[in-house]
């Protein structure tokens, strides 16, 4: 009875198991693969979009400061326009002196 018992279990250790566990490293081994594969283009993708997205960025800021003015610019169009109020009000001051009206 035990010579037979022996002879079965290796028979179904050869016949089943040994497959049954070869397909299934296989199937780990493909399933390992494939991901590594997908996430090496995924890599790729990604750094693909992070360099467009960089350029991206370095050519708004470089059209940001050549588009938009500078405070300095700013100050001096200000400082012009003051000017500019304060003698049209001196001219208006005179004028209503010479009508003969009270300030």
């Known amino acids: 009875m035990q010579a037979h018992w022996t002879l079965d279990l290796i028979w179904w250790i050869t016949a ?11 199937l780990a081994w493909r399933n390992r693969r494939d991901a590594d594969g ?5 890599r790729r993708r990604t750094d693909a979009a ?17 588009s938009y003015a500078s ?9 012009r ?12 001051d005179r004028s209503v ?4 009206g009270a300030p």
């Open 16 to 26: 089943v198991e040994l497959p049954a566990l070869g397909g299934l490293y296989w």
């Open 50 to 66: 992070f360099v467009a997205l960089r350029e991206s960025l370095s050519a708004y800021k470089l059209e940001v400061a050549t």
């Open 81 to 92: 326009l003051t000017d500019h109020l304060i003698r049209i009000e001196a001219k208006l």
């Open 38 to 42: 997908a996430l090496d283009a995924a």
């Open 97 to 100: 002196g010479l009508a003969g």
């Open 71 to 79: 405070i300095p610019y700013l100050r001096e169009v200000e400082a």
